[in-house]
């Protein structure tokens, strides 16, 4: 049986993590409501996500700064960035994808799109990681 892709996830809406964990339990799941921990945990633990979901508006660091930092980090910058945002404008869009998302998605989501766009990610990760 294949390895389950490890998804990390950082919203502060908890009706966003409640959602991720029941309906994305195909994966391994990581959920973090507060972006400073989650940044704790990618930069300090040995197990990297396959792929992290970042909302954009979050208190304290927002999922744009927080992408930069992540692909600015050479033990990091491998890990695909799907940005999750509740904003559907061209400015926030484009700054997720200059500053390192992969890929974005606008909330409210379709679950099915979500998957897809998380095995596409990682799929990416798997190839470049070996780089």
Known sequence: MPEKIFVLAVDDDETILDIY?????????LTFSNPKKAKEYIFSSEKKPDVILMDIMMPGID???LMNEIHSTDSTKHIPIIAVSGLN????LNDALLFGAMDYIVKPFDINELQVKIKKAAEISKKTKGN
Do not use: I
């Open 63 to 65: 999922g744009v700064t």
């Open 89 to 92: 404008d061209a400015a926030t």
């Open 21 to 29: 964990n029941t309906t994305l339990s195909e994966f391994e799941l």
